[in-house]
């Protein structure tokens, strides 16, 4: 019932967005991607664990593995440069309104979301080619419900140093970088906004208020499993936090966008009538 709700409700905000000319701006195109992201995301992951739940247990050739591994992460490394060009624009649209138009056009739109997903598909493909490398045995049991990347290399009979302090390269400028970012814009929109009028202000941090609580959720539990050792006796506490940001960020998403958004709840209202 999650899943479906998940897909029906990101699918709703893409066909609001599509056939609501008021939403025809670039916050509501970013807010397409992101939705898009979250539908491929909890995709990849929850159908085969719904059926390796009902059938308790199944298994995967080290390909499959490797396949949902490369798209997950992919999905997840361009959802977090996504929502920083999603603080970015609200960066422009508060604290530059006179010159947004002009710096926020369609083609910088189209560049920057293009950026977001070759960077996290390129990214990933060098990765996933070194855990292609590994040698693992024959025989092999993850525990856990998808193939993340802890999970494969604690099989793996190879040194995994390499590949160990590529990863903490990569979540850099995939995680570490793109969330100062967003600190910093939401830092200069606070101030924006504390030296507007009330009824203004108000709107803006209602305006600003779904994204942030969705950064927040979305790069503390990444922040959890990729950074933080969870070993040990915190195994348990890993397939939690993995699985909040693989089904749980996706499901609120569209819940916290509509019930947080003016413009999409007036769309809402227009297109079911």
């Known amino acids: 019932m999650i899943y479906i709700t998940t897909i029906c409700g990101n699918l709703l905000v893409i066909i609001l967005v599509i056939f609501t000319k008021n939403l025809h701006c670039p916050m509501y195109f970013f807010l397409t991607q ?69 710096k926020m056009s369609p083609t910088l739109c189209s560049t920057l979301v293009i950026i977001a997903w070759l960077f996290g598909f390129i990214v990933i493909s060098f990765q996933t080619i070194n855990l292609s490398q590994l040698q693992f045995p024959r025989s092999n049991i993850i525990d856990h419900f998808f193939c993340e990347f802890d999970p494969i290399i604690q099989l793996s009979t190879s040194s995994t140093l390499y590949i160990e302090t590529v990863k903490i390269y990569i979540c850099i400028p995939v995680i570490l970088l793109p969330f100062l970012i967003i600190v910093v814009s939401y830092g200069y929109i606070v101030h924006a906004i504390l030296r507007m009028q009330s ?62 958004n003016t413009d999409i709840k007036n769309a809402f209202m227009t297109f079911w009538k």
Do not use: W
């Open 199 to 260: 009824a203004v202000g108000q709107k803006a941090f209602k305006t600003c208020g779904s994204h942030l609580m969705v950064v927040f959720i979305f790069f503390g539990t990444l922040i959890c499993i990729y950074l933080v050792s969870v070993n040990g006796n915190a195994v348990i506490a890993r397939k939690l936090c993995s699985l909040f940001y693989t089904m749980g960020t996706p499901f609120i998403n569209p819940i916290i966008y509509s019930l947080r």
């Open 34 to 102: 992101l939705t898009t992201l979250d539908i491929m995301v909890t995709s990849d992951i929850v159908p085969y664990m719904l059926h390796m739940v009902l059938n308790n247990g199944s298994s995967l050739l080290l390909s499959e593995c490797l396949m949902q591994f490369f798209f997950f992460s992919s999905f997840e490394s361009s959802e977090c440069l996504l929502l920083t060009v999603m603080s970015y624009d609200r960066y422009l649209a508060i604290c530059h309104p006179l010159h947004y138009s002009s």
